[in-house]
Nanobody, 127 residues
Framework: QLLLVESGGGLVQPGGSLRLSCAASGASMYAYALGWFRQVPGREREGVACISFDGAYTNYGGSGEGRFTISRDDAKNTVYLQLENVNFGDSGTYYC????????????????????WGRGTQVTVSS
């Protein structure tokens, strides 16, 4: 089972950019679907972006589509989330997730489809 550790969160101004990283260990992530999810207090964890095991499919949820980009580097066992033109609604704790079952071909990016999770990294958008 993969162990996932997120990094790259922090304070960013509206309109700014940030790149989140999630490093995997314990196994090679090449066969895993990967995802990024965001949670704010009092709300359910929501899918931000997911990528298929081979990188052929990417799905974006919420308001991040067009501004966020998920990518993976299997050689580095790392998945990334590039955030561009951020706004206050992008604040939250960002979690990466992985699973051998891959539903990205169905257009899904659901937290219930992922069983391995990191501990999260906080992103705060503030002026």
């Amino acid at each position: 089972q993969l162990l996932l550790v997120e990094s790259g969160g922090g304070l960013v101004q509206p309109g700014g950019s940030l790149r989140l990283s999630c490093a995997a260990s314990g196994a090679s992530m090449y066969a895993y679907a990967l995802g990024w999810f965001r949670q704010v207090p009092g709300r359910e964890r929501e899918g931000v972006a997911c990528i298929s095991f081979d990188g052929a499919y990417t799905n974006y949820g919420g308001s991040g589509e067009g501004r966020f980009t998920i990518s993976r580097d299997d050689a580095k066992n790392t998945v990334y989330l590039q955030l561009e033109n951020v706004n206050f609604g992008d604040s939250g704790t960002y979690y990466c997730a992985a699973d051998l079952a891959d539903y990205t071909r169905k257009g899904w990016c659901r937290s219930s489809d992922f069983r391995s999770w990191g501990r999260g990294t906080q992103v705060t958008v503030s002026s």
